[in-house]
Each structure stands twice: as C-alpha cells, then as structure tokens.
C-alpha cells in the first residue's frame, strides 16, 4: 500500500465513525419513513445495484458470535410465487376465522401481502447448525441465532427505504408450507418472508394504525425502572423529552 493509499483508508475509517447532524436527521427519518408495503408494487424491475446493496446492508447485521445464521432466498420466478401465494390464501383464511365480530370483518378487508406482483419475493433464512453447537452469546438463550436472522430483515428494510424500494413482511403462511415450497433443509428456518420492489407511493402512517386495527402506544408507559413496574421520581425530564420526540415522531418529523 503506497502512502495515499494508507493516508485514504485512514480518512475513510475515520469517516465511517462520524455522523453529521444531517447524517443524525436522516437515518431518524428513515426508520419514520419505513412502511409495511402491501397493495403499492410496480411491476418496473428492481436494478442488480440495487439489491445487492440492500443484501450488503442486510449481511452486515449484527450477529450473536458473528455466527451470520442468515442466508438469502431470492424469488422471482411466478410459479413459485403462486405457490407461496395459494399457502398465504389457505392461512389467511383459517387465520380471519380466528377474529370474532367486527373485527374479523375488518380483517377481510386488509391487504395482507403483495406476493404475486412484487418484482422480487425473499426469504430470510437462518441456519440453526451454522456455528457449530457451542455458539459465543448462545449457550444459554439458544434463539439468539434467530434473533440476529431478524436484525437482517430490518437492515434490509431501512436500506430498502432508503433506495425507494417498498418491502413487505408475510407472515400468514405455515412454515412448513413455505419450506417444502423454497426447498428449505431442515436445520433452515424461514425467518421472514418478504415482498420487495419499488411502489406507486408510501402511505403517511402504517396503513393498520391508519385502519384503527391498533393505535400506537405510548412509549413512557412502555418504560420501567431499574425492574419491571418499577419508576424514577428523578424521571420527569426524561419522560417529557420523550413524550415530545414521539410527538414529533407521530408527525413524520425526525426527532433531533
């Protein structure tokens, strides 16, 4: 490495760490902006680029005992999304059986996914054996290798709305259905299963908040003390800033 060379990684390392109050402004907005797309896809291709910078942005999540469970599914073949979307059809069903009353009037009414006209269909995956069976940070909770396979999904899902890609999470489907669809060995479960691809429009707020399906809860009485229930006399200050950042947040404003 000659000494520009050297002298240009230093920069880029020291860059890499640093964060510009637009910067700040910008990965808040984003996490506002992410949206569980359904009823929005365009057929318009998504560009290689494109989604191999939203796979980059996805293999590089944090990971317990940097094990990386995770392994990619891309579909775009239409039988196959037909078959994931007849396994979505016969779950969808028996799952509005499952409301009662007018809530289950309203859940027919939802758009629950967009498997046949997303460009691109994929499966986040996660390898149960990949790390061998003593794994740094798992020998106690052994689901944390499922639980790093979900961070993936929502590194993706912030990359992807950066780039103006929509992305939707299908979840109403039997796992089994979906790992004799894909193949899957069986030590790989199917972590998530989502719909990708660039949209007519994304909607102001999450379209079940919008449908008054549930509201979103109040993020101070979601917080607890030192143990569960427990409170801080010396809280006030905090709770008032959050309280003004959910606020602003509930408004699409970023909160900084």
Request: proline residues 5%; charged residues 25%.
């Amino acid at each position: 490495m000659n000494q520009g060379d050297s002298m240009q990684a230093t920069e880029g390392h020291q860059t890499i760490h640093q964060f510009s109050d637009a910067d700040r402004a910008v990965v808040y907005r984003n996490i506002l902006a992410r949206r569980d797309v359904r009823g929005q896809f365009l057929p318009d291709p998504v560009p290689d680029d494109m989604l191999a910078r939203i796979l980059t942005a996805a293999h590089f999540a944090p990971s317990v005992g940097f094990m990386q469970p995770w392994s990619f599914v891309l579909v775009r073949d239409a039988a196959v999304k037909q078959r994931v979307h007849e396994a979505f059809t016969t779950a969808n069903a028996e799952a509005a059986d499952m409301f009662e009353g007018e809530q289950r009037e309203v859940y027919k009414t939802l758009r629950l996914e967009g498997i046949v006209e997303a460009p691109i269909n994929l499966c986040i995956t996660c390898d149960r054996d990949r790390a061998g069976p003593v794994v740094i940070g798992r020998t106690h909770i052994k689901a944390m290798d499922i639980y790093s396979s979900v961070c993936a999904v929502q590194n993706l899902w912030l990359a992807a709305r950066a780039e103006g890609l929509g992305v939707g999470w299908v979840s109403i489907f039997k796992q089994s259905a979906i790992r004799e669809i894909l193949q899957l060995p069986e030590r790989i479960m199917p972590v998530a299963y989502l719909c990708i691809g660039k949209v007519s429009h994304f909607f102001d707020k999450p379209e079940l908040e919008a449908a008054g399906w549930r509201p979103r809860l109040p993020l101070d009485e979601l917080l607890h003390f030192d143990t569960w229930g427990g409170t801080d006399e010396n809280a006030d200050g905090l709770n008032a800033e959050i309280r003004a950042c959910q606020a602003k947040a509930a408004r699409g404003i970023a909160p900084v």
